[in-house]
């Protein structure tokens, strides 16, 4: 659950690329490649207390995905993630975990875009997302399990003034809701409470995310905030195992690098270096987080840039 | 004259006693109410607890209870619906719902410390961090059965008191009063519900007393939901109340020398356990936690159990595991990593399944909640689904005493110890490996609940060999840890199979405490008197329930008979558990007659039935023989009762000057006597015995008794209410003849 936690805190850097920010991938182009993050912590919140685990030790989560955000229209993206996780803890008895988690898709649509003052333009972005496990992995084995089994759909609406010489500020929000859980275990105990079923209801989640920096001519730098405020779910108890329904809340900070490769024939290729930590946190990690990404552009006949 | 007219009779019994009286099947749970004569545990006897007789019915105290509860009834908050509503189910089937609860919250290790040690809960400061207990597998199955068998025991003696002072329960007394939760004419004083609280409450702040609060609501909210729903009022309540807390006394006592204090150890004694493995030339085990954590209650196989003396302990315990140094030790070793690096999802779901670790009910209450429904459904009377929790919580108390003392006796590493490359997908318990916690509480349970509900048995054996391979497919467990915890589960599970077996409840005997098992088909009392109707109840008598399509009544139904000598009983009906019989007429003057039933199975069982010349009984709507009874207006179809109070009957209050007709047994001998089996021909066969009425105690002399023409055993009073007659929603009504005086019932009289 941590994990899956992270993985919402990973895919925000993920994600980052394209779905709550403020570019658009052109009309007929593919934008696609392989990200590979890596994610660890050897702190965590057991509700508000920050702790260490001899059971446990440095809990590694790495993520393999691939990526594409292809542009239907100038308007209109369709992004999709496929990621493959593993999951280890360094000290203990307890195995890692591994294999394809939570394929995820999204339309972002840009609703408004026209120039604001003199110095650059303001746009303005809606994105409707959803996830759904691609395996049936195990749910229950915090916080080794690589997911937590849940399908999801998430709204997100996205503000961004990018100016003329690059520099750009940009605010993002998403609310998410989650599908209940089937666990192979026929009780559970959470949030004061033992259910006798073994169907779980996921709270909804809210995240938001404020970025500024440079972007220019494929060239991108920025800093990144984000919250998340998981509405309901129990904390972690003292010794516990964490549960997948726990109110997982972080704060996080980013820095984001990307930059075209100047690779003779290969000018589309670009490389992308994330870094991400949880600053503050309940019920998760204190992790950090290291994605690094090489991401291609093809252009279709009809592309606009072709 | 046609007072006792063919028409009105048969219009009566197919509207309302065909239903609900004894010509045809009596389907109402059994109340067995021969319970307080059933075996003990802890207790001597009922008689150890002293229960004061409760005031009469018509006591102005008790009347005023009577008014407080039909003010209250008037005005039911939601929060009391509520109440109500989670009571309906059963108290028992509750409180072991909200024990699953208790434990799973309780149920964490204590954190370590900086410099790496841990400190133990204290019972003397529980709600200091780590709070008391850690509800591990050990104290939860201790746990379970000290409130499971102190609920048995306490409603044993509960049920022996309710039915020696009979007092009928509020909405049974008075029809202004709703039975917002059906009592099937159970006796309300004692409240079984508050005897329930009484127990819990007392037991649980002692096992979990920082949930006192919660235990305390939970107690109270049952003995509002029994006052409001019309099944006690609050007397009835605060006999029960004393009598559970006084057992509860009994049985705390026992908790605080029964050997768990000791059962945790010291650092000596761990070195001297580890030592004593390294002496008999093996590999000790030691925990695999970081830091190294206290071995979980190493002496918890010396705790007192229920069913066990500490020699059958050491009897039962298995032979040795292989040597840590064997071929087949490795061997063993070797198939745990080989079950994990070749896992299927389905073998972990498994694993995960029965992982029944930290935050859960652990492996005992697994067991509870997969009991649970079969108790739920068996419609089981209280006491009897308190004593089916009782049999398992003992059994599972004891298979943890048992599977503990192997455990440290022989002080077994676990394989991921013996192969540190061996990886878990479940957590590892702290505690030596030989031989499996899971296996031994699966066997032990299997065993007493197969025999309690047979139909289930297929299903519990194959959760119990699931709950044992899963601990292979955790990593957790050898193959051997699993094979030979389930044999010595059901071993340990056969001692408290064998009380099951001869404990009284499951037995035809008529005890001398009146607990007879062959009744009086109109008001469960015995003894019987021949001519009349009974109602034997015996297990497996039958596979389907079978009913006599015609008259004389057959002497065999789909194979089950049953005779007194060779005198075969006419049945009127034979249902898996019950048989409706014709006591033979040939049975007068005899005291006590040999009854043999025959099962469909050919399984035969025999038993003595208390008989008596005059054993008068009025027939009742609640077929329990208490409440309204199955009085009507003379000559029509209408019972003398509160208008609309009884759903699909057409009722109205008797005026006086009214002929009515009371239904009723046991009569005594009669002119013009019909051959057993068959129907009185008219009305010439009266009673010779004169039999006289009794309303609110006056006596009236009948106009009319006798057979009931065209019935079998069936009686009909008739009589004029006078005009002196008491007047009423409930008046109460009994029959008086050769002596003996029956059941009461209420009538409306206007």
Known sequence: MFLCLFLLATSVSLRAQTIDDGIMIPRHTLFTGNMFSYDSWNHYWEGHLDRVNGNLGTVTTETDSWYANYGITNRLDFITQIPYVWTNASQGVLSGMQGYQDITMALKYNFLERPFTKRGTLRAFAVVSGSIPLTNYEPSFQPLSIGNQSKTISLRPTLNFQSHWGWFVNGSSSYTWRSVVALDQPYYYTNGQLYLTNMVTMPEVFNYIASAGYLKRGKMAYFSFSQQRTQGGGDIRRQDMPFISNRINFSKIGVNLMYPLPIPGLRNLAAQFIYGYVADGRNIGQSTTYTTALLYTVRFPGSPTR | M????????????????????????????????????????VLSGPTQIPVPAPASVTDPGYQAELASIQTA????????????????????????????????????????????????????NPFAFPQFPFANPPYAARSYSYVAAAQYEALKVAWYYKYLYNRPAPSSVDSSIQALIPTNGLPAYPSEDAVESGVAAALLAILFPTQVNLINQTAAEQQEAALLSGKAAPSDIAAGFALGQAVAAIFAARAGTDGLKAATGTAAQWAALAAGAIANGQIPWISRETPPRPPMLPFFGQVKTWMMTPADIVNERPGPPPSTSSAQMAQETALVKYTLENLTRAQLAIATKWADGASSPTPPGHWNFIAEPYIANAHFSEVRAARAFALLDMALHDAAVACWDTKYFYFTPRPEQMDPSIKTVIGLPNFPSYDSGHSTFSGAATAVLSYLFPNGATYFNAEAQEAAISRLYGGIHYQIDNDTGLAHGTRVGGYTLRFAQQDGADQPTVSAAGGGQALDGASFHSPVAPGSIAAVFQSGLAATTNVAAAVPLPTALNGVSLSFGSIPAPLFAAAPNQANIQIPWELQGLSSAVLTATGADGSNTTFSVPLSAFAPAIFSVNQQGTGQGLVTIANTGTLAALPGSIGGATTRAAAKGDFITVYCLGLGAVNNQPPTGAPAPDGTSTTISPVSVLLNGASVPAAYAGLAPGSVGVYQVNVQIPDNAPTGNAVALALSAGGATSNAVTIAIQ
């Open chain 2, 73 to 124: 009834q008037a005005h039911l908050t939601t929060a009391q619906n509520n109440a109500i509503s989670n009571w309906s189910g059963g108290g028992t089937v509750r409180w072991n719902q909200i024990l699953l609860e208790l434990v799973a919250s309780a149920d964490l290790p204590p954190e370590p410390n900086a410099d790496g040690t841990y400190t133990f809960p204290s019972a003397a």
């Open chain 2, 2 to 41: 046609t007072m006792f007219g063919k028409r009105s009779y048969r219009f009566v019994f197919a509207a309302i006693a065909c239903a609900t009286a004894a010509p045809c099947m009596v389907t109402a749970a059994n109340n067995d109410p021969g319970a307080g004569s059933w075996q003990m545990i």
